[in-house]
């Protein structure tokens, strides 16, 4: 099973990115999916996770500024990123749990800055 993450760049504060993680199975295969960050010099930390139900839930600090989705047909999971601060500046990993395994996709960069 292999996990495709793309979409950061960079992008001014105040902007939205759309990051997409994309599965080589039917993600509703997997039990959740959920979207990981990493800032420099840190342990990747939790940021949203969806179930195989849609229940979704996420991390305080992007609360009401992220949303965690997903489209069956085109087995991605996608995490839109609105009103990003500069704190949000990190690297953005995907990941799918099925049957006690975690599969975990590369990294993609968001940068925030002016």
């Known amino acids: 099973v292999q996990l495709q993450a793309s979409g950061g760049g960079l992008v001014q504060p105040g902007g939205s990115l759309r990051l997409s993680c994309t599965a080589s199975r039917n993600i509703f295969m997997f039990n959740t999916m959920s979207w990981y960050r990493q800032h420099v010099g840190k342990q990747r930390e939790f940021v949203a996770i969806i179930t195989s139900s849609g229940t979704t839930n996420y991390v305080d600090s992007v609360k009401g500024r992220f949303t965690i989705s997903r489209d069956r047909a085109k087995n991605t999971v996608y995490l839109q990123m609105n009103s990003l601060k500069p704190e949000d500046t990190a690297v953005y990993y995907c990941?799918?749990?099925?049957?006690?395994?975690?599969?975990w996709g590369q990294g993609t960069l968001v940068t925030v800055s002016s």
């Open positions: 990941k799918g749990w099925s049957g006690g395994q975690e599969y």
